[in-house]
């Protein structure tokens, strides 16, 4: 699973492109959207169900950081913790087993108009380990027409039952033992929309089984089926024991219309025509995995196919994409030879599709053999050049070895599956595109999971969560594949692959907990690593390190100080590396740093050009080592690194003033890494200084030129920021119209279009036609900035069409544009909001909805219109939002 759909959190937001999304045109959005984020954050007091047991300390105990600092109290609840401290909710253990599911056969026809899926499900089960004679499944939400046993003669026997609406409980014809399996037939009806609305902020909504347009009433828009069991909404669809720690074999009968295609787990075994003009296709898939894994997707869709040695590998996509579906997913068979590789592991199972689906309820999901992404992956070759979706792919594939191999026994061990899935985004990026580009995205999960932090810092692994979808967040993610990157520094690349392929094979079509992979790595390093463990799974929090540097008597002298609040956060043992330069050479130190305040001597024969305190850039926290300016301008000339650079970029920033730190921004124009350009380009915003004509043509020809398209939309972006006159600006920006980068494009169009140019009707005309998210967003910022009334049927049809991020924004810009439109205008817009704000699965989406309709609520209806939508809200998130906002 990777959270790129709309979220309230920005940290796991996807990845925005650099240029106009963050300074072009995104102000009243941008706005908007840290309301968003503040209005839904969690509150330090939970609800009464399932309420945390804060702890709070002594009433007489000093809270003082490591180090004797004391800690700021601003940000405290009412019992004196830290906002952020972690909450000690019920314990949740794995789910106990009592049967062990063995096969699982669906054999399912679709009922388009009434959204129901009919099915019968034969299920082979046995005893865990104690004898049994009643079988409980999960089951939501289901019309149960009968229950059978059937023996291995294929005779059937009634059973009774009781049905509560989500548990079916069976009492068996007679208590079973651990070696025996027998076999139950259940003749059902699924309802998928009749269940309650859920979701969390990584799965927007959890009802398992979704009709797209059904009716076939949304012009453009394919009808398709498809399924999302993460975490427990398989048995929406089908009963089952729906928990991570069962595994089993499974067979897919879909019968469906002649025109569509379908999709499923394991290989397609046959296509069988029936009389009545539908067709049965028969899915097989002989390795057990687990039932949040099965999987089914129905549509006209173009299969693409592709191989890697004798694996099939397939996409499919809408046809309209088929001509791109090699230059989207192209990468995947080499992505999966390259894993495979690396692990020590072949890939496991016998056929690898990767299916794209309209209005999906979070970014990707990695169904065993069969990932299903979101439509953001459907693009164009144009799209392709900005940005490719390599990080997605990479994601979902090593989540085949780790989360679909070897699966997590409960969700309290969600960063056995994530962190992985995480981290594989690093090893590609490394392995295809250089370590650069690996760090630069490396540093950007890290500062996702620092953002996160500011609010919540739990421990990796956690058993006391308040429900099972807030482990999907920045720490089961972000956080956890940089602890995985900083346990590869620690025992190096051949013990943490050798670790890891040890941990596949031992635990291979079984379910894990966190000290698998601890005994794993301790069987190949013959090193006792709970102390890593327990600090960085088990425990909250992150280091926070402030280091001072002085030089006397030959020696540089270090302070360190763990400055993370010890009563809540560990004193970490932190294994480090310095690098310091003397006489511009560099001498590396290895250092372990395990105290709350600590000083290391480096000798020196003079003072020292840089020291670089954690110079393999590892650590999971901070670390405040003030420099000085001819400091941090050394290391960005001799630090070869990315963070290094990045680090010098940043830090120097504000101080374009100093010759010798513009002179670096210059040159960093020129840096091979396209991220360290653009961030020197982006340093110039309004400058004004002594030499600002040659600033000016060096980023013309950068935005020109750049090989880069966001560094040309970065240097086309600045360009219109500097002050003074710029005769040539709209000339260039009408020149950048037509460059082959969508962003660069986007960018091109607001900055022109505000000079307010002749052509600019001809322009917006020539722009409306094209598909693409930043072009679109481009438009709708410029329509809303202007209050243009004229435009209102293009937005408004946009926003019909409009789905997943682009939809989440530009329902934002929307709600900007209609408060300078007139009364009936507002009128007709509010109920395109109110729809959205009622209807829509994604709690974010309708919250951001809300949200701009309440702009516009002195208008005639709008008012009741929130009313209503308060009244009819079931997500407890939003209702308690929107009592703060009457």
Known sequence: MIQVSPQVSSTILPKSSPGISVRGIGGLVLVLWLSACQALRPTANAP??????????????????????????????????????????????????????????????????????????????????YPQDTLRLDAKGFDLRRIQLVDQTKRTQELRYAYDGRVITIPLDRTYTRNEKFTVRIDYTAKPNDLPKGGSQAITADKGLYFINPDGSQPGKPRQIWTQGETEASSCWFPTIDSPNQKTTQEMYLTVDAPFRTLSNGTLEYSRNNADGTRTDYWKMDQPHAPYL?????????????????????????????????SIFGNTPEMIGFFAEKLGVAFPWDKYAQVVVRDFVSGAMENTTATVHMEDLQVDNRALLDENWDYIIA?????????????????????????????????????????????????????????????????????HYRDREDMFDAHSYNKGGRVLHMLRQYVGDEAFFAALKGYLEEHRFATVEIHDLRMAFEKVTGED????????????????????????????TLNVTQQQDSLYTPIYRLPLKVDVWVGGRKTRYEVVVDRATQTLSFPAAAPPDLVIFDAGQQLVGTIDHPKSTPELVFQYYHADTY???????????????????????????????????????????????????????????????????YVRAEALGILGTLPGSEPDYPALCRQALGDSSYTVAATALFAYLSGEPADAEAQTAKFEQLDNDEITMALA?????????????????????????????????????????????????????????????????????????????????VEELRKQIRARETDPRLIEAYEGMK
């Open 529 to 556: 690593l709970n102390w890593f463990f327990n600090q960085w799974f088990l425990s909250p929090g992150h280091a926070q390190l402030a280091v001072t540097q002085r030089y006397a008597d030959g020696k540089v």
């Open 395 to 463: 994601h979902e594939l090593f989540h085949q070895w780790f989360g679909d191999l070897v699966t997590l026994e409960s969700w309290a061990n969600l960063p056995l599956n994530e962190s992985f899935a995480n981290y594989a985004e690093y090893l590609w990026n490394e392995h295809k595109y250089g370590v650069d580009e690996a760090d630069f995205k490396g540093q950007e999960e890290l500062e996702g999971y620092l953002s996160e932090a500011e609010d919540k810092r739990e421990p990796l692994i956690r058993y």
């Open 781 to 861: 910022s410029y329509y809303a900035d202007r209050g243009d009334s004229a435009k209102y049927d293009w937005l408004a049809g946009k926003m019909n069409r409009a789905t997943g991020s682009l939809l989440y924004q530009l329902t934002q810009t929307f709600g900007v544009y209609l408060l300078k439109q007139p009364a009936e205008t507002q009128r007709k817009g509010g109920q395109v909001l109110a729809r959205i704000a009622r209807d829509h699965d994604a709690y974010a989406i309708r919250f951001v909805a809300f949200q701009s309709l309440s702009l516009i609520k002195e208008a005639a209806g």
């Open 48 to 129: 009464a169900d399932g309420a945390p047991v804060l702890n709070p300390p002594p009433a007489d105990t000093e809270i003082t950081r490591a180090g004797g600092v004391r800690v700021d109290t601003t940000d405290r609840d009412s019992t004196g913790r830290p906002v952020w401290a972690a909450k000690k909710y019920r314990y949740n253990p794995e789910r106990t087993r009592s049967h062990d599911l063995v096969h699982t056969r669906l054999d399912v026809r679709f009922d388009w108009g009434r959204q129901h899926l009919n099915g019968v499900a034969t299920l082979t089960l046995k005893p865990h380990f």
């Open 294 to 326: 099965f999987m089914v997707a129905v549509g006209e869709f173009a299969v693409v196919k592709d191989k890697w040695k004798n694996t099939e590998v397939n996409y499919y996509v809408e046809p309209a994409f088929e001509q791109y579906a090699r």
């Open 643 to 709: 963070l290094a650079k990045y680090g010098a970029l940043t830090k120097l920033e504000k101080k374009l003033g100093d010759a010798a730190v513009q002179r670096m921004m210059r040159d960093a124009m020129d840096d091979p890494f396209w991220k360290i350009r653009q961030l020197a380009v982006g340093a110039f915003y309004q400058y004004d200084g002594e030499q600002s004509a040659a600033l000016r043509e060096k980023l013309k020809t950068l935005a020109l030129r750049d090989p880069r398209s």
